[in-house]
């Protein structure tokens, strides 16, 4: 895995933000570091998400947001959770969201609509949805015991998935977003 595509500055994305989570994600993320942009918290980059499209197109246009509009118009707002937690082989912890085929759903009609813009550069074709809670670098087997054993005694909030967020990177690396595309 290069993450190339993240090292550049400037990328925008679709994301489902849950800032709401950050109480209860920050045990993790407040010391994790992005590999593109090691010098920097998570916490302080950008709020708990699970990335729908990254990266998106370079300057959207109200085209590309009316076109975003159109793919998810036949998804109603939804009650989306985290029960469990999981890890991929490089070391990354994540937290799967529920329900997790309709978050793929969701996926995938944005990347329908969007064929110019592969996930993740197109590094990952086949993207599995999550919510990241430490990076490689910092992640592993201990954090993720850690997380199995915070959800079973305490399970993440559940919160109300109603929009997308549209997000911008600046020339920091912090994302900040610009519009929303509401979830019918």
Not at 83 to 106: C, D, I, Y
Request: glycine share 4%; charged share 20%.
């Amino acid at each position: 895995m290069s993450d190339k595509w993240a090292e550049r500055t400037g990328l925008t994305a679709v994301l489902i933000t849950v800032p709401s989570l950050a109480d209860y994600t920050d045990r993790w993320r407040s010391v994790s570091r992005s590999t593109a942009r090691p010098q920097v918290p998570l916490t302080e980059l950008i709020p708990p998400h699970v990335t729908v499209l990254v990266p998106w197109v370079v300057e959207p246009t109200s085209d590309d947001v009316r076109r975003l509009a159109e793919a998810v118009e036949s998804f109603e707002p939804f009650e989306l959770s985290f029960p469990t937690a999981g890890q991929f082989p490089n070391g990354t912890v994540w937290l799967r969201p529920e329900p997790f085929a309709q978050v793929v759903s969701l996926l995938y009609s944005v990347f329908q609509a969007f064929p110019e813009c592969p996930p993740y550069g197109g590094e990952f074709p086949d993207p599995h949805p999550h919510l990241t809670i430490s990076s490689a670098s910092q992640g592993g087997p201990a954090v993720l015991a850690e997380a199995q054993a915070a959800l079973a005694a305490a399970p993440a909030p559940s919160v109300l998935l109603s929009e997308l967020g549209l997000w911008r990177e600046d020339e920091q690396g912090v994302w900040r977003q610009f519009d929303a595309v509401p979830l019918s």
